[in-house]
């Protein structure tokens, strides 16, 4: 079995390099041209990603080889996996536009027995009632199974090369011939009973993940109304049955994504709180700063520590809060410079001891020292200058 795996970005890049680095041949699939030509120069797109340089390097234009043509993947391969991204709007809605358009350009290349595999998380139901329609326009005799990558920006070949993969068929031979496949490459590889539980595998992680935020921000509150530091409160309550995580603000592609994917079909009035409370919060830090006028700071932008990336970041949110607000408004990331915080139309500062008030998003370990010695006047959401 040859395999192809289609869309090259944050998620696919690091399995189509873990498939290489198993000893398989592997097709990459990506529309973006640059992507595939710096992809088969050795270049890697990704450098945050930890151990992917090394294995592009090693593998890129070789046993990993990028194309941007589907068909050029149907003359060499028989076993698709489809990683490309879905994104939620404004309204909360999934857009399934990559979805559907790259599974209808493989409707076209498909033929008999090839095994189809999607990973992007998805609402439970999209294998069966999104994707097999497109592909059975293709009339032929296929196998498709559904496997959620679990991957975290930053540590994903480990996570590949780790983490248990879940796997559901949409028949018996398929989840069979898909578990065959995975078991090639990844340690352990646990095969469910249907693509619906293998879908709600994922979205119930992402899930929990904000429930258990939600519960720690209404938990921080309370301490803080009652004069308890919530920090130590966790670390001595926490033990085999209790998990309290820490509080803060929700952002990045997953946890505030997937919980949609369950409130705009059911009825799920915990799932729905929780994040009503975690995109709340952004108004419980700006409501601390205590005063009405003055220079704020916001610190740290990207939605996690050490990824460049601003996907559902609740610090763009925050900016326009303030900027609502009337306060005049500076913002600073340890890895983004002047140039690229003033396109996202906030002024840049690195004089934080000038300002009235900052709002500290993300650790931003290199600013921690001089934060310090001005913590009275620093809104600390992670809980790192005691
Ligand atoms: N990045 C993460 O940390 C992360 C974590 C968990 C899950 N995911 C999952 O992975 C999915 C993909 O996210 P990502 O972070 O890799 O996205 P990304 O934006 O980094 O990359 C997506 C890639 O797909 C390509 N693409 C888009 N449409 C295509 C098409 N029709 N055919 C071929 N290529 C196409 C794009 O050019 C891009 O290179 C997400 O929807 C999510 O389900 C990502």
Known sequence: MKVAVIGLGKAGLPLASVIADSGMDVVGVDISD??????????????????????????????????????????ECNAYIVIVPLFIGENKVPDFSNLKESFKRLAKIIKDHYLVVLETTVPPGTTENLIKPILDKSGKKYFLAYSPERIMTGYSISRYKEFPKVIGGIDKKSGKMAFELYSKFCKKVNLVSDVKTAELIKVAEGVYRDVNIALANELYQVCEKEGIDYYELRKNANHEFCNLHLPGNVGGHCIPVYPWFLINKLDVPLIKKAREINDSMIEYYADKIGIKEGKIAVLGLTYRDNVKELAYTRSIPMINLLQKRGYDVYASDPMYDKNEIEKLGVKFTDRFEEMDGIILMNSCEKYKERLKLIKDRVIDTKGILK
Not at 37 to 46: F, T, V
């Open 34 to 75: 640059k992507r595939v030509q710096n992809i088969n120069k050795g270049i890697n797109p990704i450098p945050e990603e930890k151990g992917l340089s090394e294995l592009i390097g090693k593998y890129g234009g070789s046993k990993l080889k990028a194309v941007n043509d589907y068909k050029y993947a149907a003359e």
